[in-house]
């Protein structure tokens, strides 16, 4: 039997990396499965790719930060699918290389507006739903940005640490309505986020070394995470925190 069976998912920033990832694994695993973002031929192509290997594909075009958007997206969802039993919240910016005085008003702002008030909207668009259903999985996209402090990055750790506290607070509102929420928190993993990292040696090298696992993650080994916590295997865990990151968060060299 397939984990997914029957079931229906949102994957925001399901045309690349590691959002792809999941949209695949969901599609294998029997879900219906809508796709998310704003290059359309990408998300045509994941949508391909899906229904050559027999699955359930839909995309939605359009960004997280327009509110329109968000309403589209489940309407486009209940629409074709009939319900939404899993919201994946994977798509994200970075903002690397700067510290906090070098940052600009508008990066802060766009990362916010993107990484957090992006998983508000669509969140917000999805949980009636849900709710009329009586049950639901929400699992949302961190990094181990959140939990341990890293270089030049500021607004993209607290954007993320925002989107930690957000899940815990959600997880804790509707439980009894039966829909649980998780955020999974991915050390460095090779996609085209982080790809000019992965192919700068130099740089790859010294962060690598503060991994137990000395190699970048994989798109598809955080989609295996994410799929525990949105099929019913995982029906008694709501509200918590999950690294997958090589043992970065506990190596000390
Ligand atoms: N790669 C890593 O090392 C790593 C580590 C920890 C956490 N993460 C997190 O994992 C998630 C996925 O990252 P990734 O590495 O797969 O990144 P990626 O390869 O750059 O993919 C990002 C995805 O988000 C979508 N997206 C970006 N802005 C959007 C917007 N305004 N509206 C809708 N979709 C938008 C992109 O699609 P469009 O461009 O078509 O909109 C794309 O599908 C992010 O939340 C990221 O912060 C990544």
Known sequence: MNRLESKVAIITGGNAGIGEAIARRFAEEGASVVVTGRRRQELDRVVTVIRHHKGKALAVVGSVTEEAHAQEVVRQTVDSFGRIDILVNNAGIGDFGKRLHETDDATWANVLDVNVTGVFRITRAVVPQM????????????????????????????????????????????????????????????????????????????????????????????????????????????????????????CKG
Not at 142 to 156: C, M
């Open 131 to 250: 709710l009329k259903q009586g049950r639901g999985a929400i699992v949302n996209i961190s990094s181990i940005a959140s939990l341990v402090g890293l270089p030049t990055l500021p607004t993209y750790a607290a954007s993320k640490g925002a989107l930690d506290a957000l899940t815990r607070a959600l997880a804790i509102d509707y439980a009894r309505d039966g829909i649980r929420c998780n955020v999974v928190n991915p050390g460095l993993i090779n996609t085209p986020m982080a790809a000019p990292l992965v192919a700068d040696p130099e740089r790859l090298q010294p962060i690598l070394a503060q991994y137990a696992i000395r190699r970048p993650g994989t798109p598809e080994e955080v989609a295996n995470l994410v799929l525990y916590l949105a099929s019913d295997e995982a029906a008694w865990v709501t509200g918590a925190t999950f690294p997958i990151d090589g043992g970065m968060t506990v």
